[in-house]
């Protein structure tokens, strides 16, 4: 933001986030641990893998695959989501059915997955989860469920809470079927159609079990018609974690501020492909030590230099990942650290 007379400039672009085969939708967000990072989540298509991103004030870091749940062939007509205390992932698919995760906002890791047959013929749907986490809402075709996440059998907690009415906007074949859900900052949840209609159906209630959870079918109308669109907003008020105090990210990436003359070095080329080259100004003193870090503080590269004014270390980049990584010098009067883009 100080380029440009403070106006602000593009340092990096056209640099691919993910380059590989994905679902049509699906892709959701989560607040990390840390309560200022955030987890991208999305699914590679005919595979059983998600790859996950991690976005900070310094760029993305990813994707990192993990194995997870079943098989899922691909397909339209599904929705992902995380509960507002981020703890739970969820993914309905017409095809593959629901998904429920564990999820830990800490490492990004999904866990204890469990898979639930709607036995349903739906062509389209959605799900959303209530504000207090408890309660899971999928919206097919049809019918609108309700399941209870706290419940040792989750799949045993099915309750039908919507059957669809039959209304047409503005008349047939323009029903108002269900389609997607989203929670709102009104703690209702909002699901839309999958034609094009002036309306959406609200679960006011959606902190209730059972049939109080009061949904009304075509009860808030549009302005206008929408067509199988609903804003996706991941829970922008999560806090941080306060019970982990092991996965905060923000300390390497903070050890920024700690870099008294940070023209002491310099980088090139930035964005790196093969090799990086870091240039020695001025002012560091022998038995310096150079780290390098992940976006996630690990770090990967620990090396003792004796270094002196005009020196050039070369560090071959060839075998890291795609993504953002912190060059820390250490020595003996400061630190200096260096943000740096692997293509």
């Known amino acids: 933001m100080s380029l440009d007379g403070r106006l602000g400039g593009v340092v990096f672009k056209n640099l691919p986030i993910i380059s590989d085969t994905l679902l049509i939708s699906g892709i959701t967000a989560c607040k990390h641990a840390n309560g200022r ?59 593959d059915d629901l998904d429920i995760f564990d999820f830990d906002r800490c490492s990004g890791i999904l866990s204890n ?23 899971l809402y999928v919206s097919t075709t049809n019918y609108v469920y309700q399941y209870d996440l706290d419940d040792t059998n989750i799949a045993s907690t099915q309750t039908t809470i919507g059957v669809f009415d039959g209304f047409a906007d503005p008349s047939p074949p323009f029903y108002t ?31 209730s079990s059972g049939l109080a959870c009061n949904l009304v079918q075509h009860s808030f109308v549009l302005p206008t018609y929408n067509a199988a669109t609903i804003p996706n907003y991941p829970n922008y008020f999560l806090g941080a974690d306060t019970t982990s ?17 940070p023209e002491e070095i310099i980088i090139f ?19 310096t030590i150079l780290k390098i870090y992940t976006a996630f503080g690990q770090e990967i590269l620990l090396k003792t230099k004796f270094l002196s004014e005009g020196d050039y270390i070369e560090i071959n980049t060839s075998s890291l990942a795609p993504g953002i990584y912190f060059l820390v010098l250490d020595y003996y009067t400061g630190r200096v650290v260096k943000r740096f883009a692997k293509e």
């Not at 159609?193 to 006011?204: D, F, Q």
């Not at 093969?274 to 022998?286: E, Q, V």
């Open 37 to 95: 990072d955030w987890w991208i989540i999305k699914h590679r298509y005919d595979s059983d893998i998600y790859l996950t991103l991690l976005l900070t004030p310094y760029g993305i870091s990813g994707p990192f695959t993990q194995h997870a749940g079943p098989y899922i062939y691909g397909g339209g007509g599904d929705q992902s989501v995380f509960s507002p205390d981020g703890k739970k992932f969820v993914r309905y698919q017409i095809d």
């Open 113 to 135: 997955p469990i898979h639930i047959d709607l036995n349903d013929t739906a062509g389209g749907g959605g799900v959303a989860i209530s504000p207090n986490s408890r309660f």
């Open 177 to 207: 079927f269900f389609y997607l859900s989203q929670l709102a900052p009104d703690n209702k949840i909002y699901i839309n159609t999958g034609n094009g209609s002036h309306y959406l159906h609200v679960i006011n209630n959606p902190d």
């Open 245 to 261: 105090s092991l996965c905060d990210s923000i300390t390497l990436i903070e050890y920024g501020s700690l870099a008294t003359t």
């Open 269 to 287: 080329p930035n964005p790196t492909r093969d090799k990086l080259y870091a240039r020695i100004i001025s002012g560091l003193s022998p038995n």
